[in-house]
């Protein structure tokens, strides 16, 4: 008679444990990248500094104004110059990957985390988490200082619920960016070319629908990238945009097929 031992089956709490076990060190890889990527932080300093500044001269124009001027939206002139920084962002998600490439330094990382869908997870969670609270902390800031320069004429309009979702909105738009631009890296693996295609992927759809007309166009325009960020931000919808939570299920579309397309390049190609 034979004794067949069969070892019993993992469960998949044992699985999860283990995958979250072995990937605990690539992301403290990562992240010890970009924490000490000097350049990195200072050109987010600057970004956020200029995006700050716009939007306390903003403020101080709305504030100086010799007639209460109505209809304003207060919170949006708070945040008036945070685009810079979304853009800056941006262009760091791009860094994070191609900066690997140029610097020589993919080889020896690919050797040390050959399951190349890990890394990619690692980078993109690490970048996400940076980017959200880069985000949220530039967001409060020009917040705080808008509300210190309008003065009790903003109060209602900065301490509502409305405006914690749109602020949240804001700081998830800074995660799009940073995410949108690290698919395009992914793709491209060089700087200039990631930096060209994350410019186009924002910038070129909005002038190819303008060959449409009449409503084609409406419908088409505002599930664009930029759109959908412009919804996600106001908090309500306006007339022919997206509500908050389309915007963000468009935008997440769009960053899903630029991180697949990206995961497949990053496993099919050599470094």
Same mark, same amino acid.
């Given at each position: ?26 992301? !403290? ?20 500094? +200029? $995006? #700050? ?8 124009? +709305?504030?100086?104004?010799? !007639?209460?001027?109505?209809? #304003? ?15 800056? +962002?941006?262009? *760091? ?17 690919? @050797?040390?985390?050959?399951? /190349? ?27 705080? @200082? ?8 903003? !109060?209602?309009?900065?301490? $509502? ?9 804001? $700081? *998830? ?13 992914? +793709? ?5 070319? *990631? ?23 409406q419908d088409v325009i505002?599930?664009l990238p930029l759109r959908?960020a412009d919804a996600l931000?106001?908090?309500?919808? $306006? ?28 496993? /099919? /190609?050599?470094?």
């Open positions: 008679m034979t004794l067949t031992i069969t070892e019993p089956t993992p469960s998949w709490r044992s699985r999860l444990l283990a995958s979250a076990g072995q990937l605990a060190p690539v992301l !403290h890889s990562e992240w010890h990248k970009l924490r000490t990527t000097r350049s990195a932080w200072w050109t987010a300093g600057l970004a956020a500094f +200029i $995006s #700050v500044l716009l939007g306390i001269l903003r403020c101080s124009s +709305i504030a100086s104004a010799a !007639h209460p001027v109505t209809g #304003v939206d207060y919170f949006g002139a708070s945040l008036f110059g945070l685009s810079v920084a979304q853009f800056a +962002i941006a262009a *760091g998600g791009v860094l994070i990957i191609t900066a690997e490439y140029s610097g020589g330094t993919m080889p020896p990382t690919l @050797i040390a985390t050959p399951q /190349r869908v890990r890394l990619l997870i690692a980078k993109i969670g690490v970048l996400a988490a940076v980017a959200w609270a880069y985000g949220l902390l530039i967001s409060a800031l020009a917040v705080g @200082i808008g509300l210190a320069i309008l003065g009790p004429r903003a !109060h209602a309009a900065l301490f $509502s619920a409305l405006a914690v979702r749109r602020l949240l909105g804001a $700081s *998830g738009l800074f995660v799009a960016m940073a995410l949108i631009g690290f698919g395009c890296g992914t +793709i491209v693996r060089r700087s200039a070319g *990631g930096l060209i295609a994350t410019a186009a992927v924002l910038m070129v759809p909005s002038l190819a629908v303008q060959v449409l007309t009449g409503a084609a166009r505002r599930y959908a931000v106001q908090g309500s919808s $306006s007339t022919g945009a997206l509500s908050p939570l389309a915007a963000l299920g468009a935008l997440a579309a769009e960053i899903a097929v630029l991180l697949v397309a990206g995961a497949m390049v990053l496993s /099919r /190609r050599d470094a």
